[in-house]
């Protein structure tokens, strides 16, 4: 079955500088990945996904990942960070071949200090 | 184009007693999610349709909880008796599509935060 961790409950970053939000995975094949983002009293966005191709994927609001099959992670990360990314992060996974539920971390709140 | 909408936004009842959740998907998604959100933890997948059948129901409280989705289109997600513990928000998501080799991303409504005193 797979799982996915974000090891940091809550990340601090200062205004402008870049942030990195951690995620491994586990799965017995081949990982769909994925980033949401929760801001107070809303539903999730989606962010961006790892399917195949480029190890680097790009998304909404500056935000990119970087998909690391040798390490199983697949940590989200912005050069410049702005107060209003300041919000709730989780990591998903689903295995591509074997099954069709979509596993959510218990999310990393992130707070960009001004 | 409209999101994914639900109602109601908000709910407090008793133990035992009953409420329903409605859900309407964005026009043309043929997969459809409920999920549990309580405080501090990720969502958890409830049941998934797709169009009008079930594709996963295996982390539903059957006991308790159920859901249709008539038509393939609207859905609505009931708890009876609700318990102390049922206290959460509930997602309701939906996607263009799923299945094996497919992965369209979700798009969430706001959710039902349910309080159960």
């Known amino acids: 079955a797979q799982s996915v961790a974000q090891p940091e409950d809550q990340v601090n970053v200062a205004e402008g500088n870049p942030l990195t939000v951690k995620c491994t995975y586990s799965?017995?094949?081949?990982?769909?990945l994925f980033w949401y983002v929760q801001y107070p009293n809303r539903g999730l966005q989606f962010l961006l996904k790892?399917?195949?191709?480029?190890?680097l994927v790009k998304g909404s609001y500056g935000f990119e990942a970087e998909f690391n099959k040798s390490q199983t992670s697949f940590h989200l990360k912005k050069p410049s960070a702005l107060v209003s990314d300041s919000a709730l992060y989780f990591c998903?996974?689903?295995?591509?071949?074997?099954?069709?539920?979509?596993?959510f971390g218990k999310g990393t709140r992130l707070h960009i200090l001004p | 184009e409209a999101g994914v909408a639900q109602s109601p936004r908000y709910k407090i009842i008793e133990k035992r007693q009953s409420v329903a959740f409605w859900c309407n998907p964005i026009?043309?998604?043929?997969?459809l999610y409920w999920y549990q959100q309580i405080l501090g933890q990720g969502p958890k997948l409830l049941i998934q349709?797709?169009?009008?059948?079930?594709?996963?129901d295996s982390q539903l409280p059957k006991d308790r909880f159920s859901a249709e989705r008539l038509k393939g289109v609207d859905s609505t997600l009931k708890i009876q008796p609700a318990k102390l513990e049922d206290s959460a928000v509930y997602l309701c998501?939906?996607?263009?599509?799923?299945?094996?080799?497919?992965?369209?991303?979700?798009?969430f409504g706001p959710g039902t935060r349910l309080t159960v005193t």
């Open positions: 998501a939906s996607s263009l599509a799923s299945g094996t080799g497919v992965s369209y991303e979700q798009y």
């Open positions: 799965v017995s094949g081949n990982p769909y």
């Open positions: 790892y399917i195949t191709g480029d190890n």
């Open positions: 998903a996974v689903r295995d591509m071949w074997t099954d069709d539920k979509i596993i």
């Open positions: 026009s043309g998604h043929a997969t």
């Open positions: 349709f797709q169009n009008n059948g079930v594709v996963d």
